[in-house]
């Protein structure tokens, strides 16, 4: 089975704060995705990879950067936290070969990051 | 541009009687469709997806999902709905001109069963 892991349940931080979500997966998978999921607006795209050192933006990139230095491995940077980044962050990934776009996305348990 | 549309917030169902939780689309081409399921305090699960072929698909769990191309729809079903299957289901789309793994996802219905 796929395993998306990401580092922390549960994170508290301040305002200001630069804050590191960090997610890996076992599966060799090429794509990583981050989104937010917030009550009544679903998921929202923030970042993607299609591999390493690469990025491409998603719908609300605003407020975030990303990392992909290995291929296993991709880190949400959160440059300078607001009260309004407090929300649930999912990771995901998803295979390139074969048939990639019939390939679903494995998500993490997710982190429930909180902004004081 | 690409949608998903779940026009139910919430749909509330006693348990052993059939539920259904619908979706529909919008896409250019033919769409890849899929169905997670979300339990508290979890990431989400793949449920079930529609690439091409029969229009009634069968997934984990005992759900099938049925496509309509005429409608755009992508209705969840399962026969006789248990309790453990309360949660919260999201539809999601894929184009075939879609970069690579990305997905749009609808906003999520949650679904509850009662004894």
């Known amino acids: 089975d796929v395993k998306v892991t990401q580092s922390s349940r549960y994170l508290v931080k301040r305002t200001g704060e630069k804050v590191f979500l960090e997610c890996v997966q076992d599966?060799?998978?090429?794509?990583m995705f981050w989104y937010r999921q917030d009550p009544g607006l679903g998921l929202r795209l923030i970042y993607f990879?299609?591999?390493?050192?690469?990025?491409e933006k998603g719908d609300i990139p605003e407020g975030y950067s990303v990392s992909r230095e290995k291929k296993e491995r991709f880190s949400l940077i959160l440059e300078s936290a607001s009260t309004n980044q407090t929300s649930m962050y999912l990771c995901?990934?998803?295979?390139?070969?074969?048939?990639?776009?019939?390939?679903?996305?494995?998500f993490g348990d997710g982190t429930r990051l909180s902004i004081l | 541009a690409q949608s998903v549309a779940q026009p139910e917030d919430q749909v509330n169902v006693a348990e052993g009687n059939p539920l259904t939780v619908k979706c529909t689309y919008s896409?250019?081409?033919?769409?890849?469709l899929f169905w997670y399921v979300q339990y508290p305090n979890r990431g989400l699960q793949f449920l079930l997806k529609?690439?091409?072929?029969?229009?009634l698909v069968k997934g984990s769990y005992g759900f099938e999902a049925e496509f309509n191309k005429s409608q755009t729809s992508f209705h969840l079903k399962k026969p006789s709905a248990l309790v453990s299957d309360s949660a919260l289901y999201f539809c999601?789309?894929?184009?075939?001109?879609?970069?690579?793994?990305?997905?749009?996802f609808g906003q999520g219905t949650e679904l509850s069963v009662k004894p």
């Open positions: 896409v250019s081409g033919n769409p890849y």
């Open positions: 995901a990934s998803s295979s390139q070969q074969g048939s990639p776009l019939n390939q679903p996305q494995h």
């Open positions: 529609y690439i091409t072929g029969d229009n």
């Open positions: 999601a789309v894929r184009g075939r001109d879609n970069q690579g793994g990305k997905l749009i």
């Open positions: 990879s299609y591999d390493v050192k690469m990025k």
């Open positions: 599966m060799d998978h090429e794509n």
